[in-house]
Every structure is written in structure tokens, then in C-alpha cells.
């Protein structure tokens, strides 16, 4: 809590004229009584912890303007100076305290005298202190109970009251405790008065309003500990002002320059000559598989490069040049040049914290982003606050992509060669390759996201190769960025796909990233077509091209380990998952940031609880492997892992090597599952002692192979696609076996229905 001049001044002022605290006047000056804050709303902690620490004293407390809760007239004078000192606010108060003395001799009675009207404009000092000297309420009827009853269940319940309370440090979580307490005192010392009042408001805002201020005063006097506990728990969670970690970066004068356009603008290839001329440079790619393109390209045109990504180090010898992912990019190491590519992605809800890390805290004379205009004013307003220069280049596609507005009519004989169909689900992409290869001549490759990145390149080559009968690309979004495709013409199959929690339409970001993936320049299609199967989904298409880049207000942040380790210092008896919850709930965040997604850490770290003998940093490491927390099997095996690092013993792969290629789709998700449990050994050697993973070489071999395997298996694929979590196959019901009969009601209801639909038929 603030204890300055200003803070002191009042105080005496509250105790000398009985005027409000300075708490209550913060309130008041925050959230004005002529705007009030509906119940209805969801308020963050965030946003109310922002307000309370960002609002400049001079803008919080204005001394004209607020509304005494003493009884004192409200005086609707402008804002004062921003230069307060004490003798201004003495003048203030002075003047306040003449109106406060000129009330009516009725108005000063004691809160257990007189009518209930005057109880609204006594002071929440005293009559938290008439209650807390009182030795017992009065009682009262049985409607007046349950009206009381009623209002204390709501104001326990209040977001706008939960959120108020963080002014005092009363966290989300305790509020209801504190509300509780409060209701019981409430009511065991409540005159009369005071009970009507309270009565006559009845649930509602009005209620909460008048209750808040009293509970201020018992929360200060009855839970100091927890108070002060919970100040020290948000200054823990301070993510305020991120640029501010990175103190190097900030004594350095950078240089940004935003490539900014669409796909199949040059901006990636202009960022990535001034790479290569660098003396020294570094290269921050969203994916695995773009890191490698890029380190195979630069080492191919002569400039020495290494690469490095969460599975693999590659030192090339006399290497001035890195690629690497952009999780894996040092802040400490000092660059000539940086580029860091798909710069929107720090508006991603699950990985931006790492484009944002990187923009932040590169330290690099030039830093070149390529991405979308979707982040431009962003990163205008994060360059104001690192001080850094901004120079945006702005590209134009080179080819303009064009929308054929004859469909494929819903049938994929209308297929053609260079065709990509794009699909969101895996079980999509493996029916619409059988239905092409089955009713047409074409043959098809397959990328979707659960391919390894060498896998991906296969059928990537396999496609872009005029040579082969494979002239049909089928794919899911993972084709948007990080693969070089000659795509004529991208065909979605549907414009919808599951999130996670329901089916919802394809932003239409991600639609133009895609469609855009069609006609690249240097290419046999310099023009790109765009299209979709039904005709019911093209209106979707054009508005989505149509539509301008929606401009991003956020972007991510995740705390360092260290910061999660300052915060458990302030807790004690807590799981990894519950720090991971209580630091969401708590953290302070500015208003340009957001605190990204963090269920699939939580998800591996309610699985590892079992695991003793595991320190903090151990578990947060665990947690960010990269792991499908979908696959059972790919679950089982980290948790196996962990188990073993925790008892100090060799972490082996315990994994036998599939004998061949998949001959069915469950054997292909085996494929699939095998390399992400190789990946996911290969992660963790990086990331702990190389004496607890010391397989690492035969994880390297096998993750070789598998990815292999599933090329080949991939390219004769003709199966009908299976789920990771299918259930066991329901046997086929054998003649003169045991069948259970049908609910008779069922029977009734279904001859009824026959009944009336016949006689519909016969009306008819």
C-alpha cells in the first residue's frame, strides 16, 4: 500500500475530520459513481493491478472531485494541477471540512440512533468502528434476513467488488474468505439502522457500493498478514515493462527494419541477403523445418552456418552464421545482423512470448522482421519504448493471387495437376487422398503437422519434382509458412476446423496465409489461383482475401524460470500446476501484453505431481518438451523419463525400432508417435547434463529411420485413417448371441411417430 506525504496528509485529515481513507478515495477516483461498473462483467486482475500501479498519483487522487463518503457535497470541479504539493491539498481538504461542519446538527447522529437514511452519508471509519465496538446486533425479521442474506451472497460473488479488493491487496482467491468473515461480523454487530438500509437497497450494485468501504476497514484490521503476503506475491509477479530485462539490448542503438507484405513478397529473401553479407548473423525461424531450409541454402551459395534447434546442434567449423528456431536464439550472444521471420507470431496465444522475447532482447546492430501488417503498430509502439530506430519496408506480392470463381463443384475428379487441397483435420487429408487417387490419375503427397520436418521435405521434393507421377499436393495449414511449394492452385476442401473445443470458421488470416501459399515467383506457376471445392464456402474465401490485416492490440509474454522461482519463493505447499495458476492469476501485465496459453504445460505437470525427487527448474524443463499431450503413448514415455532422471539413473529410449514401412494407418500413427518420443529424447539431452541422456546418438539414428519410413509409407498410402485414441474395435455380433431388448418406452414413442407420419402422408 502507498505510504507517501500525500498518504499521510490524508490520514490525519480521516482521523481529524472523519473523512474517508485513502483507499476509499482511490476507488472513487478510479471507478466513478456515474459510470458504474455492471456486475455482468469479467474483470482480470490484471487489468484492475494495471490501473491501480500505472495511474499517475496526480490522476488518481483528485482531491475536488471526490465523493466523500462522510456525507460531505459532491464538488464537480475540473482536474487539478499535476504539481500537488501538501499545502494544496491542506487547502482542499480545508474547504471540504467547511462543508462538512456546516451539515445539519441531525446529520452527525451515531450510527445506533436514528433513521436509517443518515447511514449512508457516515464515514466507512466509523461505522466499521461502531460495529466493531458494538457488543451485539439487533435482530431482525425473517424477510429482512433473507434480503441480507441474499446481498452478502452477491457482494461475495461481485467481480466488481473482487476486483476493487485487489486495491488493498485482497487477491481473487482469498476475497471469498474475506467476504465470508465479513458477513459473519456483519452480522453478529449490525444495529438496526444499518440492517434497513441495507434492506432498502436490496441486491445490487448500490448494495455493494455501501458494503465495500466498511470491508476495507475490517480487511485492513483483520487480515494484515495475508495483505502483506499478497503484495509481496504481486511485485513476485511483476511482468511490467518487459523491455526493461534485457538491460544489454537497451544500452545498444538498434536498428529494426520491418519487411512487411503478404506471402510471396520478397521480404524473407531481401532479409536473408543482408544475412549472408553480415560479418556475423543470426537467423530465428518459426519452425524446424524452415531453419534447416535455411541452413542448407546458405551453406550451398558459401557462407559458413550452423544450426541449432530444441533437437539438434550442427557446428559447422569457421561458422559466423546461425539458424536456429526461434525458442533456441541467445540474447547474449552480440549479432551484426538478426532476422527473425513471421513476426505476427508474437501475437500467437501459445508461442509468442518467444517472437516477443526475441524483438525485446536480441542484441544485434540490425534486426530484420518479416511478417504481416498485422503487428506493424505494435512494434512502432514497443520501438518508442526501447528507444530503438524503425525503418518499414513494404512489399507488394509479386503476382497478384487470383480467385477462380468456377469451384470444383464439390467433386475431386475436378482435381488437377499442381493442384494443393487443403484440409484442417488429418482424418480429412488421408479420405480426400484415397477419393483422388481412386477416382482420378493423379497421385498425391501428404504434409500435415504431425509429420517429422524431414518427412515434410520429402514430400515436399517429391511434389516441387516434375519428373515423378506425384502432381497433387493434399495438406493441412501446417503448409502456411516454412515450405518452399509449386503450388498452381490451393483448393480448400472446407473453411472450418475444430480449435480444441468446437468447430469454428478459419480466421481469415490464416486463410490468406495459406491461399497465398499458391504461385511463387521463379517457379513453373509465377500466378497463384485460389478456389474451394463447394461453392457454399467461396463467398467465405473472397471476403476473407478481401479483408485487411486485423491489427493485433496484444502480444505474448511467459516469465523466465527464474521469475516462476521468485514467485514459489511466496508459497508454500504448492503443486507445479497450482504456482503455474496462482502466477496467471496474480501476474501484472502492461497493456500491450498478454500472458500466453500455458494448459499443455499444465496438462504434462499435473502428470509429473507423482514424480518425487524432480527441483522446480527439473519440472519447468519437463513441461516445455515437445510432446503431444493428445498421444497417450508420447505421454507415457516422457513421464517414463522423468521417473528415471528423477532417481538419478540413465534415461534409456526403451523403444524397439519398427521392422518396416506402415501398412496401415494405426501402424503409421505408431510411426508417428516412434519419432516424436526420439524428438522429444533428443529436446530433453539439450536441455539437462549429457550424462542422464546418453543415448542421444542411437535417438538420432532411429528418429533418421522413422522419418524414412514414414515417407515410404506415406507415398502408398491407401487406408482408411484411424484416431490416436480410439476406443477398441466393437466386435461383430454372432448369430443366436445375447442381444439386450429395447426400452419399452422407446418401442411406444417409435410406433407413435410411425403412426403420425403415416397419417401425415395419407392428409397429404
Same mark, same amino acid.
Given at each position: =500500500?502507498a505510504?507517501?506525504?500525500?498518504?499521510?496528509l490524508?490520514?490525519?485529515?480521516?482521523?481529524k475530520?472523519?473523512?474517508?481513507?485513502?483507499?476509499?478515495?482511490l476507488l472513487n477516483?478510479?471507478?466513478?459513481?456515474?459510470?458504474?461498473?455492471?456486475?455482468?462483467?469479467?474483470?482480470?486482475?490484471?487489468?484492475c493491478?494495471?490501473?491501480i500501479?500505472?495511474?499517475?498519483l496526480?490522476k488518481?487522487?483528485?482531491?475536488?472531485?471526490v465523493?466523500l463518503?462522510?456525507?460531505?457535497?459532491e464538488?464537480?470541479?475540473?482536474?487539478?494541477?499535476h504539481?500537488i504539493?501538501?499545502?494544496d491539498?491542506?487547502?482542499?481538504?480545508?474547504?471540504?471540512?467547511?462543508?462538512?461542519?456546516?451539515?445539519?446538527?441531525?446529520?452527525?447522529?451515531?450510527?445506533?440512533?436514528g433513521?436509517s437514511?443518515?447511514?449512508?452519508?457516515?464515514?466507512?471509519?466509523?461505522?466499521?468502528?461502531?460495529?466493531?465496538?458494538?457488543?451485539?446486533?439487533?435482530?431482525?425479521?425473517?424477510?429482512?434476513?433473507d434480503?441480507?442474506?441474499?446481498?452478502?451472497?452477491?457482494f461475495?460473488?461481485?467481480?466488481?467488488? @473482487?476486483?476493487?479488493?485487489? $486495491?488493498?491487496?485482497?487477491?481473487?482467491?482469498?476475497f471469498?474468505?474475506?467476504?465470508?468473515?465479513?458477513?459473519?461480523? *456483519?452480522?453478529?454487530?449490525?444495529?438496526?439502522?444499518?440492517?434497513?438500509? &441495507? /434492506?432498502?437497497?436490496?441486491?445490487?450494485?448500490?448494495?455493494?457500493?455501501?458494503?465495500?468501504?466498511?470491508?476495507?476497514?475490517?480487511?485492513?484490521e483483520?487480515?494484515?498478514?495475508?495483505?502483506?503476503?499478497?503484495q509481496?506475491?504481486?511485485?513476485?509477479?511483476?511482468? #511490467?515493462?518487459?523491455?526493461?530485462?534485457f538491460?544489454?539490448?537497451?544500452? =545498444?542503438?538498434?536498428?529494426?527494419?520491418y519487411?512487411?507484405?503478404?506471402?510471396?513478397?520478397?521480404?524473407t529473401h531481401?532479409?536473408l541477403?543482408?544475412?549472408?553479407?553480415?560479418?556475423?548473423? /543470426?537467423?530465428?525461424?518459426?519452425?524446424?523445418?524452415?531453419? =534447416?531450409?535455411?541452413?542448407?541454402?546458405?551453406?550451398?551459395?558459401?557462407?559458413?552456418?550452423?544450426?541449432? @534447434?530444441?533437437?539438434?546442434?550442427?557446428i559447422v567449423?569457421?561458422s559466423?552464421?546461425?539458424?536456429?528456431?526461434?525458442?533456441?536464439?541467445?540474447?547474449? !550472444?552480440? *549479432?551484426?545482423?538478426?532476422?527473425?521471420?513471421?513476426?505476427?507470431?508474437?501475437?500467437?496465444?501459445c508461442?509468442?512470448?518467444?517472437? @516477443?522475447?526475441?524483438?525485446?532482447?536480441l542484441?544485434?546492430?540490425?534486426?530484420?522482421l518479416?511478417?504481416?501488417?498485422s /503487428? +506493424?503498430?505494435?512494434?512502432? #509502439?514497443?520501438?518508442?519504448?526501447?528507444?530503438?530506430?524503425?525503418?518499414?519496408r513494404h512489399?507488394?506480392?509479386?503476382?497478384?493471387?487470383?480467385?477462380?470463381?468456377k469451384? +470444383?463443384?464439390g467433386?475431386?475428379r475436378?482435381?488437377?495437376?499442381g493442384?494443393?487441397?487443403?484440409a484442417?483435420?488429418?482424418?480429412?487429408?488421408?479420405?480426400?487422398?484415397?477419393?483422388?487417387e481412386?477416382?482420378?490419375?493423379?497421385?498425391?503427397?501428404?504434409?500435415?503437422?504431425?509429420?517429422?520436418?524431414? @518427412?515434410?521435405?520429402?514430400?515436399?521434393?517429391?511434389?516441387?519434382?516434375?519428373?515423378?507421377?506425384?502432381?497433387?499436393?493434399v495438406?493441412?495449414?501446417?503448409?502456411?509458412?516454412?515450405l518452399?511449394?509449386n503450388?498452381?492452385?490451393?483448393?480448400?476442401?472446407n473453411l472450418?476446423?475444430?480449435?480444441?473445443?468446437?468447430?469454428?470458421?478459419?480466421p481469415?488470416?490464416?486463410?490468406?496465409?495459406?491461399?497465398?501459399r499458391?504461385?511463387?515467383?521463379?517457379?513453373?506457376?509465377?500466378?497463384?489461383?485460389?478456389?474451394?471445392?463447394?461453392?457454399e464456402?467461396l463467398?467465405?474465401?473472397?471476403?476473407?482475401l478481401k479483408?485487411?490485416?486485423?491489427e493485433?492490440?496484444?502480444?505474448?509474454l511467459?516469465?523466465?524460470?527464474?521469475?516462476?522461482?521468485?514467485f514459489a519463493g511466496q508459497?508454500?505447499?504448492v503443486?507445479?500446476?497450482?504456482?503455474?495458476?496462482?502466477?496467471?492469476?496474480?501476474?501484472? &501485465?502492461?497493456?500491450?501484453?498478454?500472458?500466453?496459453?500455458? !494448459?499443455?504445460?499444465k496438462?504434462?505437470?499435473n502428470?509429473?505431481?507423482?514424480v518425487?525427487?524432480?527441483?522446480?527448474?527439473?519440472?519447468?524443463?519437463?513441461?516445455? $518438451?515437445?510432446v503431444?499431450?493428445?498421444?497417450?503413448?508420447? =505421454?507415457?514415455?516422457?513421464?517414463?523419463?522423468?521417473?528415471?532422471?528423477?532417481?538419478s539413473?540413465?534415461?534409456?529410449?526403451?523403444?524397439?525400432?519398427?521392422?518396416?514401412?506402415?501398412?496401415?494407418?494405426l501402424? +503409421?500413427?505408431?510411426l508417428?508417435?516412434?519419432?516424436?518420443?526420439?524428438?522429444?529424447?533428443?529436446?530433453l539431452?539439450?536441455? *539437462?547434463?549429457?550424462e542422464t541422456?546418453?543415448?542421444?546418438?542411437?535417438?538420432?539414428?532411429?528418429?533418421?529411420s522413422?522419418?524414412?519410413l514414414?515417407?515410404?509409407?506415406?507415398?502408398?498410402?491407401?487406408?482408411?485413417?484411424?484416431?490416436?485414441?480410439?476406443?477398441?474395435?466393437?466386435?461383430?455380433?454372432?448369430?443366436?448371441?445375447?442381444?439386450?431388448?429395447?426400452?419399452?418406452?422407446?418401442?411406444?414413442?417409435?410406433?407413435?411417430?410411425?403412426?403420425?407420419?403415416?397419417s401425415?402422408k395419407? $392428409?397429404?
Open positions: =500500500m505510504r507517501g506525504n500525500i498518504t499521510s490524508l490520514r490525519w485529515c480521516s482521523s475530520h472523519a473523512i474517508s481513507r485513502i483507499r476509499v478515495l477516483a478510479q471507478y466513478p459513481e456515474s459510470n458504474p461498473i455492471p456486475n455482468s462483467c469479467n474483470y482480470s486482475s490484471s487489468s493491478l494495471n490501473s500501479y500505472h495511474t499517475p496526480e488518481s487522487l483528485n482531491f475536488a472531485s465523493k463518503y462522510s456525507g460531505a457535497a464538488n464537480d470541479s475540473s482536474t487539478i494541477d504539481e504539493n501538501e499545502d491539498a491542506v487547502a482542499e481538504f480545508e474547504s471540504l471540512e467547511s462543508v462538512h461542519d456546516n451539515r445539519p446538527a441531525g446529520d452527525v447522529e451515531s450510527v445506533n440512533s433513521s437514511v443518515h447511514v449512508a452519508s457516515r464515514d466507512p471509519v466509523e461505522i466499521y468502528r461502531m460495529l466493531r465496538d458494538a457488543e451485539k446486533g439487533e435482530k431482525r425479521t425473517r424477510a429482512d434476513w434480503v441480507l442474506v441474499e446481498i452478502f451472497r452477491g461475495a460473488k461481485s467481480p466488481w467488488a @473482487t476486483n476493487q479488493a485487489l $486495491a488493498i491487496f485482497i487477491g481473487a482467491s482469498f471469498p474468505t474475506a467476504a465470508h468473515k465479513f458477513r459473519n461480523f *456483519f452480522f453478529k454487530k449490525c444495529p438496526a439502522n444499518a440492517g434497513k438500509y &441495507l /434492506v432498502s437497497l436490496g441486491p445490487g450494485l448500490e448494495a455493494e457500493k455501501f458494503l465495500f468501504p466498511v470491508f476495507v476497514e475490517f480487511c485492513l483483520e487480515f494484515p498478514d495475508e495483505i502483506k503476503r499478497f509481496s506475491m504481486i511485485g513476485s509477479a511483476d511482468l #511490467t515493462k518487459p523491455h526493461t530485462w538491460p544489454f539490448a537497451r544500452a =545498444m542503438k538498434r536498428k529494426i527494419i519487411h512487411c507484405g503478404p506471402t510471396n513478397s520478397g521480404k531481401n532479409a541477403q543482408q544475412f549472408m553479407e553480415a560479418k556475423k548473423g /543470426v537467423y530465428c525461424s518459426p519452425l524446424r523445418l524452415l531453419a =534447416m531450409e535455411v541452413f542448407d541454402k546458405v551453406n550451398a551459395l558459401g557462407v559458413y552456418c550452423s544450426l541449432h @534447434t530444441g533437437q539438434e546442434k550442427k567449423p569457421f559466423n552464421h546461425i539458424a536456429c528456431t526461434v525458442e533456441m536464439v541467445s540474447t547474449d !550472444d552480440l *549479432f551484426e545482423v538478426a532476422v527473425v521471420d513471421e513476426i505476427q507470431m508474437m501475437a500467437d496465444p508461442r509468442g512470448y518467444a517472437w @516477443t522475447r526475441a524483438l525485446l532482447g542484441k544485434a546492430d540490425e534486426i530484420h518479416c511478417g504481416d501488417p /503487428v +506493424l503498430n505494435i512494434v512502432r #509502439t514497443i520501438c518508442s519504448e526501447t528507444g530503438d530506430e524503425l525503418v518499414e512489399n507488394e506480392r509479386f503476382k497478384p493471387l487470383v480467385v477462380e470463381a469451384t +470444383l463443384l467433386d475431386l475436378n482435381v488437377r495437376s493442384d494443393c487441397v487443403v484442417f483435420s488429418r482424418r480429412e487429408i488421408f479420405e480426400v487422398k484415397m477419393a483422388i481412386k477416382q482420378t490419375k493423379h497421385r498425391c503427397c501428404v504434409i500435415y503437422g504431425a509429420l517429422p520436418p524431414e @518427412t515434410r521435405r520429402q514430400q515436399a521434393s517429391l511434389f516441387n519434382d516434375q519428373d515423378n507421377e506425384f502432381d497433387v499436393l495438406a493441412s495449414d501446417a503448409i502456411g509458412m516454412g518452399n511449394l503450388i498452381r492452385r490451393t483448393v480448400f476442401y472450418s476446423k475444430y480449435n480444441g473445443d468446437r468447430i469454428v470458421p478459419v481469415a488470416s490464416q486463410v490468406k496465409q495459406i491461399a497465398g499458391a504461385g511463387r515467383r521463379g517457379s513453373r506457376y509465377p500466378e497463384g489461383l485460389t478456389t474451394t471445392l463447394h461453392e464456402d463467398d467465405y474465401l473472397i471476403e476473407c479483408q485487411p490485416f486485423e493485433v492490440k496484444k502480444v505474448g511467459f516469465p523466465f524460470f527464474e521469475q516462476v522461482e521468485l508459497l508454500s505447499d503443486t507445479f500446476c497450482q504456482l503455474l495458476e496462482k502466477f496467471a492469476e496474480n501476474c501484472r &501485465l502492461d497493456g500491450s501484453y498478454f500472458l500466453c496459453r500455458h !494448459d499443455h504445460i496438462k504434462v505437470a502428470m509429473l505431481e507423482k518425487q525427487g524432480l527441483s522446480l527448474e527439473d519440472r519447468f524443463n519437463f513441461c516445455f $518438451a515437445p503431444n499431450i493428445r498421444d497417450p503413448k508420447a =505421454m507415457y514415455h516422457l513421464l517414463r523419463f522423468a521417473s528415471s532422471y528423477s532417481q539413473l540413465p534415461v534409456s529410449i526403451a523403444m524397439g525400432m519398427p521392422k518396416g514401412s506402415a501398412r496401415n494407418d501402424e +503409421l500413427l505408431d508417428e508417435t516412434k519419432h516424436q518420443v526420439c524428438s522429444m529424447y533428443l529436446w539431452s539439450h536441455q *539437462f547434463k549429457e541422456f546418453p543415448y542421444k546418438k542411437k535417438a538420432e539414428a532411429m528418429a533418421t522413422i522419418a524414412e514414414l515417407g515410404e509409407s506415406l507415398t502408398k498410402a491407401c487406408w482408411k485413417p484411424e484416431s490416436r485414441q480410439a476406443g477398441k474395435p466393437k466386435s461383430e455380433k454372432r448369430d443366436g448371441s445375447y442381444e439386450r431388448p429395447q426400452s419399452l418406452i422407446k418401442i411406444f414413442d417409435k410406433r407413435r411417430q410411425e403412426v403420425y407420419d403415416y401425415e395419407v $392428409a397429404a
